[in-house]
């Protein structure tokens, strides 16, 4: 069965630090991976996308990918505690339409 | 860019009341949709996708149904509703410029007494 797994948490940072998301995927063919984020009683937003190797930077947002690894990160720089959110990680499901997804990870960012 | 309606925002409903939910979207066309369900505290549960109009797949056996009767319209529905219903009801839109990013309605958060 195609897994997405992501540490629970919570995650508790102080503000101005770096926080670091993990996410590892089972299925090697998956190609698009994708971070959101979820605030408490709302929907989830898409944060980044990432389809390659390497980094991918947004403003204080980077996806990291390791697909030989199976794995893909997000790191928050100067965090905030309106970064304080659930971050949910999604996999594509091989070559159909649908995502996996992560049960997602809880971050607190302390004043 | 896409924007995904949904309605209502939260309902209260009787266990075996019929239950009607209802998304739309606007700034794309022929998108995929899908139907996910959140249990509180809980992960995405996708419960239907569709990729054309009378299309729908479905990924849980349950009391519940949907249907796409025009391209960017995507119905929810059930005949009787089960306490285990209760939950947050999120519609989601994929597709636009032929990516596979979902984007989310606001969501109905149903509780079933």
């Known amino acids: 069965q195609k897994e997405v797994e992501q540490n629970s948490g919570p995650l508790s940072v102080p503000e101005g630090a770096i926080a670091s998301l993990n996410c590892t995927y089972s299925?090697?063919?998956?190609?698009?991976f994708f971070w959101y984020r979820q605030y408490s009683g709302k929907s989830p937003e898409l944060i980044m996308s990432?389809?390659s190797n390497g980094d991918k930077e947004d403003g204080r947002f980077t996806a990291q990918l390791n697909k030989a690894s199976q794995y893909v990160s997000l790191l928050i720089r100067d965090s905030q505690p309106s970064d304080s959110a659930t971050y949910l990680c999604a996999v594509n499901a091989g070559n159909n339409r649908k995502l996996i997804w992560g049960l997602g990870t809880s971050l607190a960012v302390n004043p | 860019s896409q924007t995904i309606h949904q309605w209502p925002a939260t309902l209260v409903q009787p266990v075996g009341s019929p239950l009607s939910l209802e998304c739309t979207v606007e700034g794309t066309s022929n998108p995929n949709l899908y139907w996910y369900r959140q249990a509180a505290g809980r992960g995405l549960q996708l419960l239907f996708y569709?990729?054309?109009?009378?299309?729908i797949s479905s990924e849980v056996p349950q009391n519940l149904s949907a249907s796409r009767p025009q391209d960017r319209q995507f119905i929810l529905s059930s005949k009787k509703l089960l306490l285990s219903d209760s939950g947050f009801y999120l519609c989601?839109?994929?597709?636009?410029?032929?990516?596979?990013?979902?984007?989310f309605g606001p969501g109905t958060r149903l509780t079933v007494l």
């Open positions: 989601a839109s994929a597709g636009l410029a032929g990516g596979l990013e979902q984007f």
């Open positions: 299925d090697r063919v998956s190609q698009s």
């Open positions: 990432i389809y």
């Open positions: 569709s990729v054309g109009i009378g299309q």
